[in-house]
């Protein structure tokens, strides 16, 4: 059986070494700008390559996340970015943007490509679109089943598979989501978002978290997703302390390695007090999900100790499943739903079982239930960057000899260059071979460092020489060593500035070549009739009719298409295209409408064109023109950003105009069942809601078990 790897979060260093020392095989991290975890510390590059070094050393994997959608104006620094992580040689970019995948498989051969969840590529047809793109694994959404999981890996086994097995969840699909981005200005597809699902709202005058998403915890689960061959498990957090890196780690390995319940008690405990909201095994087990929503709290719960049996004054008794220490952090919420939390203050240890605590307020009635949310353990001191060595480049070159020079090349930077170095015939019986590669073998503060280095005797051998009979000063040598890594850094440097100014250049000209698309009417124009969606879904598509202009058709695409209706709809769809005499217009708002367009070009519908749709979150130009090479001319034009609302996208993108409600979430949550936490029973599966915020006013539709959330105003 294939052994899946166990990745956890990097948020920043001292997370990073939490994890990996810990039990993890890989992290993942971000950089300061284009992460979609902005709120993290992470990294800089000198921390970045300290940890690629140890990486190497460790036999650690190393993935860095530039998970956001790209302005225009950003472009060039993304070159220089790439630049420098290529030659960190990361072992793969987590990337979002359609631009991004374009730059990278067209310049930066040496960097591997991995597809974020925010790709929201949740069948097979989005799979093998990006896997024909070069990218060689993809982090599946966490509202797949494990059934579901198991069929996309069968259906593109070419491809690696990453998936969720811990964490917090969000309400909408990741990628999907702009509730932050479209109430705030804050786009989590940018890394700010907002958590709006954390933020109460009413219905019917009723507050609460009806948005709030438990957290996953996959368990014993994470042994079916390895028996599947799901290559890599991963564990959502970047947000979160290195105790929490370091907690999460321990319990998964041991999971992994089959430990017994005896072990596995004490690890889950502790994991649930370093941080943990209520929790369940998510859509795994279930398409319609187990526990999805807790409109109570949004926050840290931790470990429950239990209810109280008795409360009076300032002072509560109950039977506590785990010892009690001096300054461990409990908490209960108040009959207003807040938490109320507090510090222990005890003078000794209370073991499992009936306890009393004192309290600095009023105590809860009983039947409150308690949690330990914070240990007098876990504080771990601040991590020193400097203990862990510099990345040094591993590089060859050849030392060539004459009498009175070194001449130095290094092929693989395009560099030669000689140096004086005088030598004279030695009496001694050893030369000085061993002393040049331990000198050269210095790196002092340059990034690189000239291990493989080859010598040769060179002009010597003509001279009736060789190297084994020379003495070479060790000032004058160490002089060389020092003048030769300076020159080699400064080559090195210039190279990289070289080839980007070249890139910039061929970037530049790209994005005049997009001078052929057409203009777009108005988004809300093209929402089809006879439905409240502004896309079409596989469960209305034989009711509604397409919006209609100037003799075309337009056929905006759910984003949103399970493995299990990939097929019908296609066969349905084209039975409706078939029908439609006019020119049509195919809505591409997801990395599965690509492939689901050539299919129906390639069953005979010979006059379909294909436009790019709002949720394909189209920023900038190489995202439009990576859709024309996948298209080619029967791209025809494409909607900008929609969360752009200074609109500094391309004049080549059309602005959705005014009115146009995208959904802020689009959830494989029932909003009926999880969270007004209703029957299914003899369910329509056909819901309309109001809920309302601080003034503001949202549409919630439920059809066919999936919530759609509108802002109204």
């Known amino acids: 059986m294939m052994k899946s790897e166990l990745l956890a979060p990097g948020g920043g260093l001292d997370s990073a070494m939490a994890a990996l020392e810990n039990g993890a095989d890989a992290v993942y991290c971000g950089l300061q700008e284009f992460s979609a975890r902005k709120g993290a510390k992470n990294f800089t590059i000198d921390q970045l390559g300290r940890l690629r070094q140890w990486s190497f050393q460790n036999n650690k994997k190393i993935y860095l996340t530039l998970n956001t959608i790209l302005r225009e104006e ?22 979002q943007d359609p631009g991004l995948v374009r730059i990278i498989g067209s310049h930066f051969p040496g960097l591997t490509m991995h597809g974020s969840t925010q790709m929201a590529a949740h069948n097979s047809s989005a799979l093998n679109t990006l896997k024909d793109l070069g990218l060689t694994r993809v982090v599946l959404p966490r509202e797949m089943t494990l059934k579901e999981i198991k069929a996309q890996g069968e259906a593109v086994p070419e491809l690696e598979l990453e998936v969720f097995i811990h964490g917090a969840q969000c309400y909408g699909f990741s990628g999907m989501c702009l509730a932050s981005g479209m109430m705030l200005g804050r786009s989590a597809n940018r890394g700010e978002c907002g958590q709006v699902c954390r933020t109460w709202f009413k219905k019917d005058k009723e507050r609460g978290y009806y948005l709030s998403s438990t957290d996953l915890w996959a368990g014993p689960n994470v042994l079916k997703l390895q028996e599947m061959g799901v290559s890599s498990l991963k564990i959502e957090g970047r947000m979160k302390s290195p105790a929490y890196a370091a907690a999460v780690s321990r319990y998964y390995r041991a999971v992994l390695d089959g430990r017994n319940e005896e072990i596995l008690k004490p690890l889950e405990e502790d994991l649930r007090i370093t941080f943990s909201r209520e929790s369940g095994s998510g859509h795994l087990e279930s ?33 506590s499943p785990v010892a009690l220490h001096k300054r461990d952090g409990l908490m209960f919420l108040d009959s207003r739903g807040e938490a109320r939390s ?18 600095p307020f ?44 070194a001449e130095l090349r290094v092929p693989e930077m395009d560099f030669c260059r000689t140096y004086p170095l005088h030598s004279e015939e030695s009496t001694g019986s050893r030369g000085p071979k061993e002393k040049i590669l331990t ?6 503060a340059s990034p690189f460092v000239l291990t493989n280095l080859k010598l040769e005797d060179g002009d010597l051998k003509a001279a009736g020489s060789s190297l084994d009979r020379r ?48 203009g777009l009417p108005d988004r809300l124009s093209l929402n089809p009739i006879g439905t409240d969606l502004p896309v079409i879904t596989p469960e209305e598509l034989t009711a509604l009719q397409p919006a209609a202009d100037g003799g075309r058709s337009y056929w905006p695409l759910t984003p949103l298409l399970f493995p299990q209706y990939e097929k019908s709809f296609t066969e349905a769809l084209k039975d409706r295209l078939s029908s439609d005499s006019s020119e049509k217009w195919i809505g591409i708002g997801n990395w599965g409408h690509i492939a689901l367009f050539k299919a129906l070009r390639k069953g005979g519908l010979k006059d379909l064109r294909a436009y790019g749709e709002t949720s394909m979150l189209l920023a900038n130009s190489q995202s439009v023109l990576l859709m024309i090479d996948l298209l080619g001319k029967d791209f025809r034009g494409a909607y900008g950003w929609i969360e752009d609302k200074k609109k500094e996208y391309p004049d080549s993108l059309t602005p959705p105009g005014e009115g146009f409600h995208p959904p802020l979430f689009i959830s494989r949550n029932c909003f009926k069942k999880h969270s007004l936490l209703e029957s299914c029973k003899d369910c329509p599966k056909h819901m309309d809601y109001q809920m309302s915020q601080k003034g503001g006013s949202y549409r919630v539709l439920v059809r066919d078990c999936l919530t759609w959330i509108f802002e109204e105003n």
Not at 342 to 359: E, M
Not at 439 to 444: D, I, L, M, R, V
Not at 488 to 500: K, P, S, T
């Open 471 to 518: 003495f070479i000063p060790p000032a004058a040598l160490k002089k060389m060593r020092q003048q030769a890594y300076r020159d080699l850094e400064d080559h090195i440097d210039d190279r990289r500035e070289e080839r980007i100014r070249s890139l910039e250049t061929n970037l530049q000209k790209d994005a005049a070549s997009l001078t052929d698309l057409e």
């Open 439 to 444: 000198e050269f073998a210095k790196a002092a």
């Open 287 to 319: 398409k319609k999900g187990l526990h999805m929503v807790d409109r109570d709290f949004p926050g840290h719960r931790g470990l429950p100790l239990g209810e109280v049996l008795s409360g009076k004054g300032r002072k509560v008794s109950l039977n």
């Open 342 to 359: 507090f510090s222990l203050d005890i003078r000794k240890t209370l073991s499992p079982g009936r306890v009393t605590i004192d309290l």
């Open 74 to 95: 950003e472009l060039p620094e993304i070159l220089r970015t790439l630049a420098l992580l290529e030659e960190l040689e990361v072992d793969s970019i987590i990337l």
């Open 362 to 405: 009023q105590a809860p009635p009983a039947g409150t239930t308690l949690y330990k949310v914070q240990s007098h353990d876990f504080h771990s001191s601040a991590f020193k960057e400097n203990s862990l060595k510099p990345f040094r480049r591993t590089l060859s070159g050849t030392l060539s000899f004459s009498p009175d020079s």
